[in-house]
């Protein structure tokens, strides 16, 4: 057996389980279970070079094939995906990825890595960009089925729905970054490149490199005692502040507009690539709507921050444009309100809208 094919120690595969969150303590490899894997990857990984998309699929085929080397490591962890390293070179890394309901990667690449993964239990649903570039495809692999991809490939995997799914992903060269994207009706756009040292988007929905999956593990021991007795809940501040507004639905609102009245739109760029906009909407971002709108700020934009202004927020369906609202009454603009429903509301009424064109 070649130990040139399995650079890491049962020591620090133990270690390196250990340190992102989500990932349960005490699980790691065996120096004797590498050696097992080692022993199937025998012929299938050079010690150096880099592998083609075929060589993938064949470990992971492989491997999803020989439960025996797998099936007693994996931990199903309804909040955070959970994965573990089986293999790491200078020429590829192997891992083994568990998947409950509703957890998914984001669409990233592969930061110029081939890649390959098959699903050794359970269904996974892959969408990816097809050729061209704007066509978004999508396929289901079931239990035994692997798919591979080249450097280009930019995807998104879901767990497939049913019951937990598991799977074997392959990379060479071994994962060193990741872009992940945003996708849009213009085609996907890249947002954020990152370094990693892990599998499959880590970032995505229950990714174990997210900040929402540290502070998952930290939020069964949290109660309502935990909180100042007076602290209202997000429902109680929106309804309080839902109290001393007279919001418009988007026809009383229009007609708000055609008489001087100015429509403010909050939401991020994101969101206005992907649904829209309104002709004629001032767009303000949420982080900077005070600053922009007190009449004592350095950075008003002087024909808005007036006492006076009739202002209508909008965000993209009527809830954080509310708290807007009503964080611009208490700054004295008294007749600040919000577009009740939001964005999707007015273009659910038929009235005017347009693509959205990019901010900067
Ligand atoms: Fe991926």
Redesign the pocket.
Known sequence: MSTATSATTGADVQQQAQTGPGLQPGWGVTPERQRAVARVLGGLVPPTGRLAPAQLRAITSGLAARRDLWADLVVRDPDVRWYLPLHRSNSCDVWLLAWERGQD?DW?D?GGSS?SFAAAEGCLVEQYRGAGGRRIARRRLLAGEAVAFGPAHV?D?AHGGGGSATSIHAYSPPLMAMTYYTATDYGLIARETVAVDGP??ARGRGGAGTALAAASASAAGLTSDSLPADAPSIDELLAEARGGLARLRPEAALAVLTDGAVLVDIRPSEQRMAEGEVPGAIIIGRNVLEWRLDPRSEARIPALARPDARIIVMCSEGYASTLAAASLRRIGLRDATDLDGGFQAWAAAGLPTRPARPSG
């Open positions: 990667t990233h592969h890649g995807h995997v499959e988007g």
